[in-house]
C-alpha cells in the first residue's frame, strides 16, 4: 500500500502534494473559443468537481474538455488518442516541467497558446475556473457576499470529507480509521444540519438560494457514497437515508443542468474495485444501483 496510499507515522492516509498547484491569473486570452483544455478522468472525484464547474458555468464554448482514461497496469492516464504527441499525461506533465517524482493527476488545464499546464490543484483550478469569462453570464460559484461561508465548507468538506473517506480506505490500523471515519460523519451530519436550516429557510442550497463552490466539492464524494465509499472504504455508519436534508440536497443538485453528464458510475466501480489492488484483490467489479433511481429516491417535494 506504499506506493498507493502514502501515510504519516500514525498510520494516517495523507494526499500527496500536486505538481501545478497555484492559483495563476485569468489568462489574457480566456475568452478566446477552443484556447484552453480542462483534463478531466471520470473516476477521479478532485476532476469531477473541475468538470462540473465547467458544466454549471458553461464553459465549452472557450475550455475543451478531454476525457483521459485509466491504464491501472501502469498506474497512470493516457490519452484516447495523442495529445500534443503525447501518450500520457505523464509526458504532458514533464513537458510542462512537472516533478518527475510527483504522480500525474487529473484534473489539469493546459493552456495551447502557453503550451503548458496552468494549473492542476483542484481547489485552486475551480477558483479560476469561476473567474472565466462566460457567454451566457453565468453566475459566480463563489460571490463576495457568501465567501465566508463557502470558504467555511471548503475548508471542512476538503479535510473530512473529500480526503475522509480516503483516510477511510487508506488507513494503516483501526485507530488511524477510527479517526477519519468519525470525522467524516461528524461532519456530514453538520452539512445535514445545515441544510435543514436552510430548508427551514426557504433556501435550497449550503451557502444561500444559489449553487456555489460549497456544494461543488461536496458532490462529488456524496454521489460515490453508496456505490464506492461506502462498501469499499468503510464509510458506512449511516446511510444518506438517515441524512434526510443531505439526500434532498443531493438530488436537486443531480437534477441540475449538465450534472448527471458528469456522472460515470460504471467508470467508478470499475476503477474503483478494479485497480485497488490492495484493498479489493480479486478485481471483481461488483454490479451496482441505478444512479438516478438511487439518488431520487431520497428526494422529498
Known amino acids: 500500500m506504499g506506493g498507493l496510499a502514502p501515510a504519516d507515522a500514525a498510520g494516517r492516509y495523507r494526499r500527496p502534494a500536486g505538481a501545478f498547484t ?36 458553461g464553459l465549452s464554448g472557450s475550455i475543451d474538455l478531454l476525457v483521459v482514461e485509466p491504464d491501472p497496469a501502469a498506474g497512470r492516464w493516457r490519452f484516447v488518442e495523442p495529445f500534443e504527441g503525447c501518450h500520457t499525461l505523464a509526458e504532458l506533465y514533464r513537458r510542462s516541467g512537472g516533478d518527475r ?16 499546464i496552468l494549473v492542476n490543484e483542484s481547489a485552486r483550478l475551480i477558483e479560476l475556473l469561476d473567474l472565466w469569462p462566460t457567454a451566457l453570464e453565468a453566475p459566480r460559484l463563489a460571490p463576495e457576499t457568501q465567501l465566508e461561508a463557502i470558504d467555511h465548507w471548503r475548508h471542512r468538506f476538503q479535510d473530512d470529507v473529500n480526503d475522509g473517506v480516503y483516510r477511510c480506505g487508506f488507513a494503516r490500523n483501526q485507530a488511524a480509521y477510527d479517526e477519519a471515519e468519525s470525522a467524516l460523519f461528524r461532519a456530514l451530519e453538520d452539512a445535514d444540519q445545515a441544510l435543514l436550516e436552510q430548508e427551514r429557510r426557504g433556501e435550497a442550497w449550503l451557502c444561500g438560494p444559489e449553487p456555489s463552490l460549497a456544494d461543488v466539492v461536496l458532490f462529488p464524494t456524496l454521489i460515490r457514497l453508496e456505490l464506492v465509499y461506502a462498501p469499499l472504504f468503510g464509510c458506512s455508519r449511516l446511510p444518506l437515508g438517515q441524512l434526510p436534508a443531505l439526500g ?17 458510475p460504471e467508470a467508478w466501480r470499475a476503477d474503483y474495485f478494479g485497480a485497488l489492488f490492495p484493498l479489493h484483490p480479486s478485481g471483481i467489479v461488483p454490479a451496482g444501483p441505478d444512479l438516478s433511481r438511487l439518488v431520487n429516491s431520497q428526494l422529498v417535494l
Do not use: K, M, Y
Open 248 to 264: 434532498r440536497w443531493r438530488a436537486r443538485f443531480f437534477a441540475l443542468a449538465g450534472v448527471s453528464d458528469t456522472c460515470c
Open 101 to 116: 517524482r510527483r504522480s500525474a493527476t487529473v484534473p489539469a488545464l493546459w493552456s495551447r497558446q502557453e503550451q503548458r
Open 22 to 57: 497555484t492559483l495563476p491569473p485569468l489568462p489574457a486570452n480566456a475568452a478566446t473559443a477552443g484556447s484552453h483544455v480542462l483534463i478531466v478522468g471520470r473516476s477521479c472525484p478532485w476532476a469531477h468537481r473541475a468538470w462540473l464547474v465547467h458544466s454549471l458555468r
